[in-house]
């Protein structure tokens, strides 16, 4: 225990260990979602056959072309002695860098994501404190309610409600898009970044409130809270500085975890938005069957999900010392 | 809270502050498009060449009356005007006498030279294009002057006159160059069209500008500015047509007819199409589709014209073989089906199908009457029709069972054989071959024959109309070859699949096209009409 009064666990040994456990995790990801994209019927030339034009000498040329004729395991090889010196491969869709497509994509999806987890946090926690605070209260069970249902909808039904409504009906923000093809500037950035980032918040939201509204609740009954009660010190400081705090290390595990969920969300979120990110691309790619890119997609979130659980680990162990 | 409230406050705020809203103008047009173009590289794409269009011309292109008309050509060979000449050893010469003055966008004359680079270039084992179909057939080309192209075919090709209907690829740009490669033409293609790629920003749109001073004149065209919004969600597309934020979009679903055509300063504009929907009767995989009676019952249990009044809402018309009425190879003068489900029951029973255990369902030497019906999934109208039809056959003892597939597994199962039956439309191309897709020979992975249909008397005509150049004696063995499926009923056609494309009502000179070459194809001369 440090003079302070916390511990400080070594955090680099546990980071290494973790990571040395990953390997063959992702190795075992990797051939399964390789197996699987496989084991899917149709593929990269599928689009091919709806065109007359394309003669069938043409498909057997463009399969050879593609190492389409190779068999699983040798095309599977390469690909994974490629990936792991960094050579991600090139699109079966347009032959540009798999790499180069995603880092064009990416900043999209951060920006809509980390948007989307702001707005889930700053609606989530005073809903969740204030439902705690008046447990069993018209709030509480309002909020409640609304919770049930933003954890209910449907993603792409309630992203078309808002585009009927705000954008169709009362014409005060864009329908889609990131931005408007002309006179781009902050504004019309944040107005594109409305719709989307509410509908990909609002699960979230929703589940974060209620969880937080259980673990202060929790917190709230403890005789801590009571001893500070009886000895005057303020509501608020109360709330924030004593109850959130002990409720905000879990909330914080789920928020990082759910993290990764925020990105598969944004799949059907970018589809309804024709929102530019990795999601749409994803959702092309899946559609022509584009290998490179959808094992690149799924790798890194594959590695997205296992590092943020870590940093989720390391988080907690270090606001709750009771997990050391 | 109260930050909360303030954070949400400010995005409203700035959500009510003034956005991008305007009509079509002369200098502003948007198209809000389904999907991003793999490649701007017309003969390496595989997705429709709207966008490309306005950029790179084609020696000839296709008119909205599927005509073959000149574009960067003087004229169409023809044997009657001497650009066509069937040589003796079996082969064919096609003279192409290219439009003097024409110059690429960089000003680089555009000469014969280009179209001979062009052959060798799609021949070359160096490139992988999209097709390669009459490419292949060509053993060299002659260029005895800049504005002469002598392309020599191995052996007699009919679809000729289309051979250059992507255009050509710049020599002087790509030459000695890896073209998959070059992503510096593949992404804002070199091209003699009105228009030029401003910028493609990925994932979001294409915009193209005029380009000054085009070949056909200076003032044209008319509209400075084009902006190709990709957005692939159906739904979405159509929000924004009715939002006003997208003014253009090809091939509107026909179940979005209704929220889009009483939308103000909106035009709707239908046109038959060069597509046809209808059920392929895989007769290797269900030995009962091998008896004629039973192909000819399957088409008369259906109401054909119930299916496109009540679900297509009458928006396409009944139709009766593979060729489209748009084409010059088109005739009505074959068998028809009409409904008659006792024919249907007749027929079955006349085919040693009968109800025996009386479950309502035929069946003939102890095996039951049934096959799997596959559709596209997630396509309202596809998914109703296959329902009406699954009732329809019910009726006359035949059990239909439907499954719905997502459009990439489907082409793979087809192309493989792997089903009994299938809902679904074939793109017709521009010339009207049928050999792909009825000769014997070309089952998969040969062609699309995908009916399995053996006959020979077809195939014979089929093959002779691909070694006929003069229009008239082609057309003559193409209606012949379409009364021939007509009386095998190797298929059950349906309905024509009719284009809606949603323009802005004030835009003149839009005519639509049914062919690959889309609705750009005569951008030049679309003007916004002022008041």
Redesign the interface.
Known sequence: MSATGTYNLPVLPTVLRRAAQSVPLVLLVSVLVFALLHA????PL?????????????????RR?LGLDQSLATQYVRWLAAFVRGDWGFSL????PVAQ?ML??AP?TLELVATSLVVAL??A??LGI?AAVRRGGWFDRVTGVLALAGVSLPVFWFG?VL??T???GL?????????????VDV??R??HL?LPAIVLAAVHAAAWSRYLRSSMIGILSQRFILAGEARGIPRRILLVRHALRNAAGPLLTVVLMDAALLVSGAVVTE????W??LG??F??AL???DYPVLMAFLMVTSVAVIVLNLVADLAHRRLDPRTQ | ?R??GG??GA??L????A???SGASNDLL?VGYD??P??MNRFST?ILEDIQTCVVEGLTITDEHMNVVPLLASEVPTLENGGVRLRPDGGMDVTWRLRPGIKWHDGVPFTSADVKFTVEAINSPDY?P????GF?RIEGVDTPDSLTAIVRYREVYAPYALQFVRGALPRHLLEGRDI??A?DY?RNPLGTGPYRVAEW?????V?LERVPGYWRGDSLPAIRRI?F?????T??RI??L??G?IHVTALVPWDKYREVRDVPGLTIHRMVGNSYEHVTLNERAVEAFRDVRVRRALTHAIDRELIVRTILDSLAPVINGPIQPVSWAFTDSVARYDYDPAKARALLESAGWRDADGDGIRERNGHRLAFTLITQAGFAVRENVSQALQRMWREVGVDAQVRL???????????EGKFDAMLHW????ADP?LT??FASDRT?????NINYVNDDSLTRLLYASDRTVDQGSRRTLLVAAQRRIADLAVEIPLYNVTRLDAVPANLVGFTGNPTNAGIFWNVHQWKMRTR
């Open positions: 899917a019927p149709g593929g599928s689009i091919y056959l709806e065109n007359p034009g394309v003669r069938p000498e043409d498909i057997e040329r463009l072309s869709s347009d032959g540009r497509r064009e994509r999209a700053v609606a926690v005073p204030r078309l585009q009927l705000l954008a169709i014409g005060v923000l864009p329908s889609s898009g990131r931005s408007s093809a002309f006179d504004v019309d944040i107005r409305v589809s309804v938005f024709a530019p990110g749409g691309l959702t092309e559609a022509r069957r | 809270m930050f909360a954070l949400l995005l409203m700035a959500a009510c502050a956005g991008e809203r948007i999907r991003e793999d490649t595989h992988n999209e097709s390669t179909d292949d998959d490669g992503q593949n920003k990925t994932g979001e749109y915009l902006l919004r990709f957005i692939a969600n739904t979405t929000n924004q009715r939002g934020e597939v997502d459009g990439t597994s489907i082409s793979g199962l087809w192309f074939w793109h017709m191309p071959e792909l897709f998969p992975p040969r062609g699309r």
